[in-house]
């Protein structure tokens, strides 16, 4: 089965412009959530799509970051308009169960790693 | 709320040695403990989990026991290869919820 899949890979914006994250989740997984890791530190919970309803996003850093799941299939992250803080690597994750702890977990996508100058 | 600690890295070992990575968690409750890798250019994975106290994960050669008392996790591996250069995050979550509280990451280099 094909993985978590995130593009672009890698993203170097000015300050002030917009980026759009994309992720396509493991067909069939109706959860689908965003992490991210600022350079160095934890990575963080941003939030959390059950098929296209946001169930939480708690963790979202202010208004200039976006979710939507149109159709409860991929999912895209803007950032508008992008900050030099907001530099770092964008995780995407999904899953059949609600839980972290059930017997397929979490699978991760290999992250977008976000720069802006 | 709810926390987790690890070592500093980056760890840089010869082959064959001894690995450890230190986790330490601030929770409430008895959340189950994990340890995620992430090779160079791929997604996280699941290495190990511990769902409670005293439970031993492991995998790959590697081994955590989920010691309550000391509040805990620490990552081993007897005998490092190449191959295990990676980042390696603990994390904890708790038993029907979704989030994954996250460490830092240690970053381990493994020279042949």
């Known amino acids: 089965e094909a993985g978590v899949t995130q593009f672009p890979s890698h993203s170097v914006i000015e300050k002030g412009q917009t980026v759009t994250l994309r992720c396509d989740p493991i067909s069939g997984h109706d959860n689908l959530y965003w992490y991210r890791r600022v350079m160095g530190k934890e990575i963080k919970f941003l939030l959390h799509?059950?098929?296209?309803?946001?169930?939480?996003e708690s963790g979202m850093p202010n208004n200039r970051f976006l979710a939507e799941r149109t159709g409860g299939t991929y999912s895209t992250l803007k950032v508008q308009p992008a900050e030099l803080e907001d530099s770092g690597v964008y995780f995407c994750a999904s899953s059949q169960e609600r839980t972290g702890t059930g017997l397929s977990g979490y699978t991760f996508g290999s992250g977008t790693r976000l720069t802006v100058v | 709320g709810d926390s987790v600690t690890q070592m500093e890295g980056p760890v840089t070992l010869s082959e064959e040695a001894f690995l450890t990575i230190n986790c330490t968690y601030t929770?409430?409750?008895?959340?189950?403990l994990f340890w995620y890798v992430q090779y160079p250019g791929e997604g996280l994975q699941l290495l190990l989990k511990?769902?409670?106290?005293?439970d031993k994960g492991s995998n790959k050669g590697f081994e955590a026991t989920y010691r309550k008392e000391t509040t805990s996790f620490h990552l081993e591996k007897g005998s490092v290869q190449v191959s295990d250069s990676a980042v390696y995050f603990c994390?904890?979550?708790?038993?029907?919820?979704?989030?994954?509280?996250f460490g830092t990451g240690t970053r381990l280099k493994v020279l042949a």
């Open positions: 994390a904890l979550n708790h038993a029907g919820t979704y989030k994954y509280i």
């Open positions: 929770a409430t409750g008895y959340p189950s």
């Open positions: 799509f059950v098929k296209e309803s946001k169930q939480d």
């Open positions: 511990a769902t409670k106290a005293d």
